[in-house]
């Protein structure tokens, strides 16, 4: 509150930091237009939409170009008189950043490049239930180094990786607390992503499945929907996306509805209760109520199990349409219990649930309409996800790529700085 | 973010303006340093705290003491030399608030002066369950002609009102949706509030009762922590408090966990389903668990009902014993599903748990702390509310005291403009 006039003294650094702020916001705001813009944008364009001049404009944009971020793409025609403009787009040919999952029944890993194109994926079907944290990140320090060769191969810098865990993970500190379908406590995921060789020197992150998952939602987080995002696989998890927001909660355990009860006297589940979400509406328990003997082992987003599951739902198998019929029901109860909490109206069903909706959605929407309190005055609307499959490990890889966009200027003042630094970089 | 160059022409509006700002803010400032404050507070002690000059602070208090807002209570010694400072506090002489509650067994107000002081209050016992708005409404005008009387005998002059329903409530337009035990839907209580004499041209809101009884809880709330504070009389509701302010929702229906199922099997409900929290935690199922067949009429705040409870829990009766048992464990269940989708980890228990608290505590606990997935790391505290009873009524009349102390700008200029309105006001 209190004002105070600068001293001479520091006037100086201060108006230097000053001055390198606006640049910092300048360069994201500009990366910020090239990325939401629908169509072609031009140096002109990002002038107009910022309030910035054109030659301001001109070049940051031009920084940004040097800097890999930023690629010229072609020329668009323009009304009235003039040269035609040099069209821009987020670059894809130097800089990517890497998802990682470690799943039930799975380890999937994912380059993104800037522009969001996906250049690779890595995944393997895999049963992790009562496994041992240091044989499977040994299994993930395999896929990692990988896809890192993968990278070089395409000419691609990592600029960082995320690891996507279905458990309790605080976002600031990759510390997991309890991934219970893991069998996993308390590890320190961070200083053992950091062991791997690939990504030394990186910025390192570790976040829960479905607030990952929920990023992939790119349009409603750009109109800073509400939502709740229910990521199914064995487990079930959900993130609670609040004006386009994940809303991690105080420790970055929110929107664990996996473990809350559907029936008190139901079947027994690895937290320890009983009639836990998971016993009705997990990929595990469906299978288990269809009747199935087979393995549970899947292949990445664990398509080929959900698509047994379908092709018999197809067929008329009356055992798997009640096993999903009950799994859609169960979700709708405990999904009516949070949107009563939470006071939303939206859910986007993702993981298995988006291949399985056709039977899921109808009990779901059932028990919604039924036992959400304000359902009648604001219908809650049940959709599917918008990315099929894989969404953790993308969501992971688009958490990196989103931070660096959101801050270009180290990455700009390094290539400033030393062009042969980034050679040094991509040679090593 | 474009930087423009103010007109000339708008230049001196402008400056006006920008005063005007400064000066609503230091007078707001100046309040809250009094209000938050636990020791007394000088004119010299205010302008330490913000930042103000030591006259500016001293002419900010003679209007906000001009005005009504702020008493002189006498003199501190100071420590050095000097004359001891004017100590000053909330004034109790001037200005109050209104709380007005219709719940589902009985009718309040209460009066609050800007001290937070407790200047009157009224209650009557009345089930309404299945009531009219109309009769109810004509009731509560009753009330509030008397109260307002009251406040005219005190001197005091009201500054605005608020009605705490246990329902859902928009609080930006006082629109009632749903009240599922009055029966009432869609109706707009503003305007009937609007209506009655007494509260003619003031301020007029209405909240959901949890929601406004949450914000008793000062303490919590001053030290910005995050809870959920639950809401028991013959519904049950909560207030979702994240760091210190009450997270309404989209529509301020958040919180809603009274229709939240504890048993799908379980008895019906006059929201339409089957099992929900109140069917066994309310007061009116406690009761009916314990086999009492006594009327369900309970003066404010259900005290005498709940004291009937507690009466036969202490001489040992078992029935009663089991359906606070039966209620304790039943709340457990809602609210850890509410804590694991939240990511929270405290409770209050307001209303008619207060009292209960001895019994339905052990069970509650017991539930949370096997069923909310995070409880072994980050165990749940359970605590009591810390105001007896009333906690809606007086966190309505709460509301609309904080309303008027964060912005005293208006009151203080309509003192400066014409010291008779005030008179006028007084003599009406």
């Known amino acids: 509150m209190r004002v105070t006039t600068l001293g001479s003294v520091a006037t100086h650094d201060h108006a ?15 990366v910020r237009v090239i990325s939401a813009e629908p169509g072609p944008v031009s140096r002109a364009h990002i002038a107009a939409r910022t309030g910035m001049t054109r030659s301001t404009a001109s070049s940051l944009v031009d920084d940004l170009v040097g800097a890999g971020f930023v690629q010229e793409t072609g020329t668009a025609s323009r009304t009235g008189s003039g040269r035609p403009a040099t069209t821009l787009e987020l670059a894809t040919h130097r800089f990517a950043g890497l998802g990682i999952e470690v799943n039930v029944d799975y380890l999937a890993a994912s380059l993104l490049d800037l522009s969001g194109t996906v250049r690779h994926r890595a995944s393997e079907a895999r049963d992790l239930r009562g496994s041992s944290p240091e044989d499977v990140l040994g299994h993930v320090g395999e896929i990692v180094e990988d896809v890192a060769a993968e990278a070089r191969r395409q000419d691609l810098e990592l600029v960082g990786a995320c690891l996507a865990v279905p458990g309790l993970v605080g976002p600031s500190d990759g510390h997991l607390t309890l991934a219970p379908n893991l069998g996993w406590e308390d590890v320190d995921l961070v200083p053992r992503l950091e062991r791997m060789p690939a990504l030394a020197g990186l910025e390192l992150r570790v976040g829960n499945e479905a607030n990952l998952a929920a990023l992939t939602e790119r349009t409603a987080i750009r109109d800073r929907e509400s939502f709740v995002y229910v990521s199914g696989e064995i487990g079930v998890g959900a993130a609670v996306v609040i004006d386009g927001r994940v809303s991690a909660g105080r420790h970055g355990w929110a929107g664990e509805i996996g473990h809350n009860p559907v029936d008190l006297t139901g079947p027994s589940c690895s937290c320890g209760g009983r009639g836990c979400l ?35 739902a197809r067929s008329g198998d009356m055992a798997t349409r009640r096993a999903l019929q009950q799994a859609g029901s169960a979700l709708g109860v405990v999904l009516a219990g949070t949107l009563n909490v939470l006071d939303l109206d939206r859910v986007v069903l ?20 039924s036992r959400v309190i304000g359902a009648r005055w604001s219908p809650v609307r049940v959709g599917v996800a918008s990315v099929p499959g894989e969404a953790p490990v993308l969501g992971a890889a688009l958490s990196v790529v989103d931070r660096v966009l959101a801050d270009p200027l180290p990455w700009v003042e390094r290539e400033r700085r030393s062009p042969q630094v980034r050679q040094l970089a991509a040679d090593l």
Chains 1, 2 share one sequence.
């Open 350 to 369: 993702g993981g298995t649930y988006r291949v399985l909706a056709p039977w899921v959605s109808p009990p779901l929407e059932e028990q919604l309409s």
């Open 278 to 312: 998971e016993q009705y509406a997990g990929l595990d328990a469906i299978l288990r109520a269809s009747g199935s003997t087979e393995p549970l082992v899947t292949p990445l987003g664990g398509e080929s199990t959900t698509e047994r599951i379908v092709a018999r």
């Open 16 to 30: 230097a930091a000053r001055v390198e702020g606006v640049r910092r916001r300048n360069l994201a705001l500009a």
